[in-house]
Protein backbone atom coordinates (compact mmCIF):
# COMPACT_ATOMS: atom_id res chain seq x y z
CA UNK A 1 0.00 0.00 0.00
CA UNK A 2 1.26 3.56 -1.09
CA UNK A 3 -0.24 6.44 0.66
CA UNK A 4 0.65 9.79 -1.18
CA UNK A 5 -0.01 13.51 0.64
CA UNK A 6 0.01 16.35 -1.24
CA UNK A 7 -1.53 20.20 -0.91
CA UNK A 8 0.55 21.74 1.96
CA UNK A 9 1.64 24.94 2.03
CA UNK A 10 1.85 28.55 4.46
CA UNK A 11 -1.41 30.21 4.77
CA UNK A 12 -2.60 33.25 6.58
CA UNK A 13 -5.13 32.73 9.28
CA UNK A 14 -8.83 32.47 7.93
CA UNK A 15 -7.19 30.81 4.38
CA UNK A 16 -7.97 27.57 2.97
CA UNK A 17 -6.11 24.72 1.87
CA UNK A 18 -7.08 21.23 0.50
CA UNK A 19 -5.06 18.08 0.87
CA UNK A 20 -5.40 15.11 -1.51
CA UNK A 21 -4.02 11.71 -0.68
CA UNK A 22 -3.66 9.27 -3.22
CA UNK A 23 -3.89 5.62 -2.85
CA UNK A 24 -2.49 2.77 -4.46
CA UNK A 25 -1.70 -1.23 -3.45
CA UNK A 26 -5.22 -2.11 -2.21
CA UNK A 27 -8.51 -1.80 -3.80
CA UNK A 28 -9.49 1.71 -2.64
CA UNK A 29 -13.27 1.32 -2.01
CA UNK A 30 -13.02 -1.54 0.65
CA UNK A 31 -11.37 1.10 2.98
CA UNK A 32 -12.21 4.08 5.59
CA UNK A 33 -9.85 6.31 5.05
CA UNK A 34 -8.24 9.13 7.90
CA UNK A 35 -6.52 12.17 8.09
CA UNK A 36 -4.12 12.40 11.01
CA UNK A 37 -1.81 15.41 12.29
CA UNK A 38 0.64 16.12 14.38
CA UNK A 39 2.26 19.19 15.42
CA UNK A 40 5.70 19.84 16.87
CA UNK A 41 6.46 18.69 20.70
CA UNK A 42 2.32 17.02 20.25
CA UNK A 43 1.06 13.45 19.86
CA UNK A 44 -0.32 12.38 16.52
CA UNK A 45 -3.97 13.52 16.75
CA UNK A 46 -7.17 11.41 14.26
CA UNK A 47 -8.38 14.68 12.07
CA UNK A 48 -11.25 13.11 10.30
CA UNK A 49 -12.13 9.70 9.05
CA UNK A 50 -14.53 9.16 6.04
CA UNK A 51 -16.22 5.34 5.40
CA UNK A 52 -15.50 3.26 2.65
CA UNK A 53 -18.55 4.61 0.64
CA UNK A 54 -18.29 8.27 1.55
CA UNK A 55 -21.62 8.48 3.03
CA UNK A 56 -20.04 8.37 6.64
CA UNK A 57 -17.72 11.06 8.17
CA UNK A 58 -16.53 11.99 11.67
CA UNK A 59 -14.61 14.96 12.71
CA UNK A 60 -12.23 15.81 15.61
CA UNK A 61 -14.21 18.74 17.89
CA UNK A 62 -11.35 20.89 16.66
CA UNK A 63 -11.87 21.12 13.47
CA UNK A 64 -15.67 20.22 13.43
CA UNK A 65 -17.57 22.86 10.91
CA UNK A 66 -13.96 23.92 9.12
CA UNK A 67 -13.00 21.22 7.46
CA UNK A 68 -14.70 18.61 5.65
CA UNK A 69 -13.23 15.22 3.97
CA UNK A 70 -14.54 13.33 1.36
CA UNK A 71 -13.07 10.85 -1.30
CA UNK A 72 -13.33 9.55 -4.61
CA UNK A 73 -13.64 6.09 -4.97
CA UNK A 74 -13.23 6.41 -9.01
CA UNK A 75 -9.93 8.22 -8.67
CA UNK A 76 -8.32 6.58 -5.29
CA UNK A 77 -7.97 9.76 -3.31
CA UNK A 78 -9.13 11.23 -0.88
CA UNK A 79 -9.35 14.86 0.40
CA UNK A 80 -9.20 17.10 3.01
CA UNK A 81 -11.01 20.58 3.12
CA UNK A 82 -9.76 22.75 5.40
CA UNK A 83 -11.20 26.61 6.00
CA UNK A 84 -11.33 29.16 8.36
CA UNK A 85 -7.50 27.74 9.38
CA UNK A 86 -5.59 29.02 12.13
CA UNK A 87 -2.40 29.02 13.67
CA UNK A 88 -2.74 25.84 15.81
CA UNK A 89 -3.62 23.99 12.90
CA UNK A 90 -0.12 24.10 12.18
CA UNK A 91 1.11 20.38 11.96
CA UNK A 92 2.30 17.48 9.77
CA UNK A 93 -1.07 16.26 8.14
CA UNK A 94 -0.79 12.25 7.40
CA UNK A 95 -3.31 9.76 5.01
CA UNK A 96 -3.57 6.75 7.00
CA UNK A 97 -5.96 3.54 6.05
CA UNK A 98 -5.48 0.05 8.32
CA UNK A 99 -5.67 -3.31 5.95
CA UNK A 100 -6.50 -6.39 8.35
CA UNK A 101 -4.53 -5.31 11.72
CA UNK A 102 -1.48 -3.10 9.86
CA UNK A 103 -1.58 0.77 9.90
CA UNK A 104 -0.04 2.52 6.97
CA UNK A 105 0.94 5.91 6.43
CA UNK A 106 1.94 8.80 4.03
CA UNK A 107 5.49 10.52 4.62
CA UNK A 108 2.23 13.78 5.11
CA UNK A 109 2.30 17.22 3.73
CA UNK A 110 3.09 20.45 5.90
CA UNK A 111 0.53 23.06 7.06
CA UNK A 112 1.76 26.01 8.76
CA UNK A 113 -0.83 28.94 9.34
CA UNK A 114 0.85 31.97 9.89
CA UNK A 115 0.54 35.61 9.16
Known amino acids: VQLVESGGGLVQPGGSLRLSCAFSGLTFSRYIMRWYRQAPGKERELVAA????????DYADSVKGRFTISRDNAKNTVYLQMNSLKPEDTARYYC?????????WGKGTLVTVSS
Open 50 to 57: IGSAGDST
Open 96 to 104: NTVWITVNY
